[in-house]
């Protein structure tokens, strides 16, 4: 903790640090992260797809050195793939082998009472962590420098499963059945990521800062990319921030994140484009959209799209 | 400015401040639901990063208070609405300290205690930026926020104007009024003039705060008030908050669906399973396998009538079943006055108003034939009738004289699982007038009164008890 502790003395702090990553925050973000560490809270970041949300545990992961520890959320994952799970197979050894040594170790005293002494010196280990398998939540609570533990899209899994994670999200432990409960050496800094397919229930949400990210506005996209894609040319990068923006206004079945807007950027760059013309953008269309009903609504805008975006290019 | 503020919100050293914990209430009171886990991570962490930039104050309590999208808009207008009043207040009252230390000097009525000496020399001045001040401290005094509901509005206004010293200048008016003088009458009317204003205004500045403050209270008295009042009795602003219920109640609903299909008997040993996967292994069980006892999902049909005589209830009864279809994936709808029709396809493409007023526009408000409408049925839909449907039929079971045709009612009854029937109407009216519902219900299993939002959720999530 005191590690981290120097890391982070102030959102300032947080912002400058991440952005040497490659990850321009702003001031929400820093901000939470800011809290989630003096609270040791986790964060639930919500926001549509492609705007950065697992991006943000990545490079969380990379300024603070830190081991980024992910688990991927899906219908049906239960405990035993999140949690821990009994190696069974080193469980059935082990009593082939107790059953092979049990003679001669119980050999020696010759009455029942004196080979059941014998029995409970034994020690119980049939039943004890090295038989454990630990998965992901247990695997971050185990880290001795602590870590950045990614719960992704926490939506996707069942309600049961929110409720499982009560207990690691607000009281950084974890209780084993047959072991006890299990507290970590060092609290993760836990990010929970959801899409809002569903609607998280009160108990998760309330343990939780709630974090939205909603898409960049203009300067900060630029910015973004720039960082991402840094040999790109300012004209450029002006012109496709421009014109992504004014794609989100459309109405569209899936707008372009800001993943899209990299990847676009990207393309444009192997392609050579120096100025945004309707015709590469009816090229590199798809790059952006991902449904044909969405490029077929955009192509018909694309020519004033361009234009206006070439205009906002020139006029900064 | 900034400085004063913070010093401000923590004059008393407290962590959780008295303007914050006023601002939480506020935010309760706005529909913002905050638990008292959630007000400690509030002040814990207002104490780390302070009041010196609101933008950060703001996105720190926005990260603990606003759990969703809506919630996060609506506490950026509380925010700014509750800390603008605060910062108002805070630099009108130290431009007035220091104007009534200059004033005070130059007059002199022993005879009135203090506070009503101030009140005086506002009055006579017309000084309506120190009489605002004298309330907003006399309403600090006597506590002000602790008011809740709207018939404590008198009390508060008469503890507020005593506060003041109203009572003092009072006597000293009609003291004075005995034995006048003609020039200090005129004074003494203008006095007496402006007392009346501000008992106005002192009334004014109790219901804005009783807005501010008692909102939660109303809101929540409301709330019980409307689940249990008649639906076609309310109005169309109730209807919005109706709407927000409707959905609360359906997603409710749905998670306690979700939950019975997921409950299986784990801990039982499936020894069968078990061995034919270890058969590799020879036998040594390395692998188990557990019984798990299937729940089927549930099959249901709704029949709602959309027809004139139950015009008042079917705006509701379609925005229950839009939620009903946002809830169980496996539900057809059929609407019906005249002729029935099916309304799956709508409910499931548009936003919950288009989808009513396209219903009612394409079927709505003609008079009701239940005979025809379930011939229709017969003749489309029974076919996709299985013993494990569950039909549930929402109408008043008045068909106009019309014939009933009860014969299709006990088909559609022996083919399904279960036939339910949803009455708006008490069950004293049933089988008066044209009312068919006693020829109906022989061949139902259930036929319940329906006409409040409770009976709706009790009758639904019984429903989804026996039909799963």
Redesign the interface.
């Known amino acids: 903790m005191s590690n981290t502790q120097n890391h982070i003395q102030s959102?300032q702090d947080i912002e400058n640090g991440l952005a040497n990553t490659g990850y321009i925050s702003n001031?929400?973000i820093s901000?939470?992260v800011?809290?989630a560490q003096?609270?040791q809270?986790p964060i639930l970041v919500?926001g549509p797809a492609g705007v950065g949300k697992t991006e943000l545990a990545k490079s969380l992961s990379t300024w603070l050195h830190k081991p980024l520890i992910r688990m991927q959320c899906y219908e049906g994952l239960d405990e035993s793939k999140a949690l821990y799970e009994w190696k069974?197979?080193k469980q059935?050894l082990y009593t082939q082998i107790l059953k092979d040594k049990i003679g001669s170790v119980i050999s020696e005293s010759d009455s029942l009472n004196g080979a059941l002494e014998k029995l409970h010196d034994f020690g119980d280990i049939f039943f004890s962590r090295n038989f454990l398998e630990p998965r992901p939540l247990l695997q971050a609570l185990e880290q001795p420098e602590g870590c950045i533990l990614l719960i992704d899209e926490i939506d996707k899994s069942?309600?049961?499963f929110e409720a499982f994670l009560l207990e690691i999200l607000s009281d950084y432990q974890v209780s084993v059945p047959e072991i006890g409960k299990i507290s970590a050496i060092v609290p993760p800094l836990v990010l929970l990521t959801s899409n809002s397919t569903r609607?998280l229930g009160?108990a998760l949400?309330?343990r939780c800062?709630?974090?939205?990210i909603g898409f960049p506005d203009e300067r900060l996209e630029e910015k973004i990319i720039n960082s991402r894609v840094p040999d790109i040319n300012k004209k450029l990068l002006k012109q496709i921030v421009s014109f992504v923006q004014q794609l989100r206004s459309l109405d569209l079945k899936k707008v372009p994140s800001v993943s899209e807007t990299i990847d676009w950027a990207k393309v444009l760059i192997l392609f050579h484009t120096s100025i945004l013309d309707t015709d590469t953008v009816n090229e590199t269309l798809n790059v952006l959209l991902k449904f044909e009903s969405d490029i077929e609504t955009a192509r018909k805008q694309t020519h004033t799209l361009t234009q206006q975006s070439q205009r906002a290019s020139e006029i900064s | 400015m900034q400085h004063q503020e913070q010093k401000f919100i923590f004059e008393n050293g407290h962590l959780a401040s008295k303007p914050l914990r006023q601002f939480l209430q506020v935010a309760r009171g706005a529909g913002l639901r905050i638990s008292a886990a959630e007000s400690i991570d509030a002040a814990r962490s207002v104490a780390i990063v302070g009041w010196n930039n609101k933008a950060i104050t703001k996105t720190t309590l926005s990260l603990l208070l606003a759990k969703s999208p809506e919630e996060k808009s609506q506490f950026d207008h509380i925010f700014e609405l509750y800390f603008k009043s605060q910062e108002f207040l805070k630099s009108t009252n130290n431009e007035h300290t220091e104007e009534l230390d200059k004033t005070s000097n130059n007059f002199n009525h022993s005879d009135i205690s203090q506070h009503s000496n101030e009140l005086t020399e506002a009055l006579l001045r017309d000084d309506q930026a120190t009489l605002a001040n004298l309330i907003a401290q006399a309403a600090n005094d006597i506590e002000l926020e602790n008011i809740r509901l709207f018939t404590q509005k008198n009390l508060y206004t008469r503890r507020i104007l005593e506060r003041m010293g109203i009572r003092a200048l009072e006597m000293k008016i009609s003291a004075q009024s005995e034995a006048q003088s003609i020039n200090e009458s005129s004074d003494f009317d203008v006095l007496s003039e402006r007392i009346h204003t501000l008992r106005n205004s002192v009334r004014d500045y109790v219901e804005r705060q009783l807005l501010l403050f008692g909102r939660a209270q109303s809101e929540q008295f409301r709330e019980e008030l409307l689940k249990s009042s008649r639906i076609s009795n309310l109005n169309a602003q109730d209807l919005i908050r109706m709407r927000q219920l409707v959905r609360q109640m359906a997603k409710k609903l749905a998670g306690r669906y979700a939950k019975m299909r997921k409950k299986r008997l784990r801990g039982q040993l499936d020894v069968r399973r078990t061995m034919r996967r270890n058969m590799a292994w020879g036998g040594i069980p390395f692998v188990t396998h557990w019984k798990q006892k299937r729940i089927e999902k549930p099959k249901v049909m709704v029949i709602c009538d959309v027809s004139g005589s139950v015009a008042a209830m079917s705006g509701f009864l379609l925005m229950f079943l839009y939620a009903l279809n946002e809830a169980l994936s496996d539900i057809r709808s059929f609407a019906f006055s005249g002729t029935m029709i099916e309304v799956s396809d709508i409910l499931e493409s548009e936003s919950v108003e288009k989808a009513i007023e396209k219903i009612l526009e394409v079927i709505g408000f003609q008079s009701s034939n239940y005979g025809s409408s379930f011939t229709d049925f017969d003749e489309n839909w029974i076919r996709f009738l299985s013993p494990k449907t569950t039909v549930i039929i929402l109408g008043d079971a008045r068909g106009n004289n019309t014939d009933p045709k009860v014969e299709i009612l006990k088909n559609i009854a022996t083919r399904s699982k279960q036939l339910i029937w949803l009455n708006p109407e008490y069950e004293s009216s049933w089988g008066t007038g044209d009312s068919d519902m006693h020829r109906y219900a022989p061949y139902c299993k259930q036929v319940t009164v329906c006409n409040t939002l409770r009976h709706l959720e009790n009758a639904i999530s019984e429903i989804m008890v026996h039909s799963t």
């Open positions: 959102i001031t929400q901000t939470a800011f809290i003096q609270l809270k919500e069974y197979g059935l069942d309600q049961e609607d009160d949400k309330r800062l709630h974090l939205h």
